[in-house]
């Protein structure tokens, strides 16, 4: 299987140990299931996981979801592949099924409610129910406050697409899940949330509602074999970061890297799962604000908005631009902010 490597044991980590230098590459680069059980004991298989379940994932088009979706249905799961775009779900579900797997594509706008709707009654009526719901459709927004005061409609969207959508789907999947008592809810959330990154707060917003409703709904259902988990995905190198050209020079996993990961996290079934450098962000945080207010200021100052965003008000944030230590003339990272990129390791500026 492709993406990121198996989880290592005390022999892979005995040898990364050995070795500082790769040890600290290693571990910052990717995030880890903090489960020491899973350690001791080994760990299942992919397979294991997902033989003849129905794993519906979202946002699988492209990127983190469609990947997800490859993986998954090499491994023998049953994946219902939902997006917009049909004719690229098509394709998708022909790779997967040549390779052996098995995929139903299904075209649905989940800002739309009602097409959400017809979509879950279609899916439940075929599939009787579904056993993983993966959460990774999203909507990304980067634009700093002082561009967003008559941009209401950012928060919206990124609510409606980023939480309301996915709280839709669970509250149609859970019943089944509780009823046959077993099932899991991956939402694909951001490191963003960890560290509260300027730039980005519509975003993280929505994301960090769906992390609290999932830790709330997680205490109604523990005992029921139903089990939700929080990926805080650092940087992935797909088409929603595209628009950003410093990103190109940022660390970022790629999309098989990425869903490697999901995968990982459905065999398991940690509550939450993020990189080394948003866990130890929200524990400082959490000890004291001011001075991850302080990392997070130097982080926006490092950084200008985009052009895209700068077209709204031009020449105050040209000026802005001019000013950001960490980005050349033409927005790409120079050696200053890739340096600090490194030193934040995951989290998108």
Known sequence: MAGLPPIPGLKELAALAAKPVGLVNDLSNRP??????DLLRGAGSVQDAVRDRTILVTGASSGIGEETARQLGAAGGKV???A???DKLQALATEIEAAGGTADPRSCDLSDFDAIDALMESVLADHGTVDVLVNNAGRSIRRSVALSYDRFHDYERTMQLNYFAAVRLILRVLPGMREQRGGHVVNISSAGVQTRTPRFGAYIASKAALDTLCDALQAETRDENVRFTTIHMPLVRTPMIAPTKM?????????????????????HRPRRLGPPFGSAAAFIDTLSPDTMDLVRNRGFKMFPDTRAARAVAAEQSAEDAAAAPGTDADGNANTTGVAFANLTRGTHW
């Open 80 to 82: 219902v592949i939902v």
């Open 247 to 267: 990103y190109e020079r940022f660390p970022a996993l790629t999309p098989e890297q990425a869903g490697g990961l999901v995968t990982r996290a459905i065999v």
């Open 32 to 37: 880890l299931v903090l489960r020491p059980m």
């Open 84 to 86: 917009r775009s049909l």
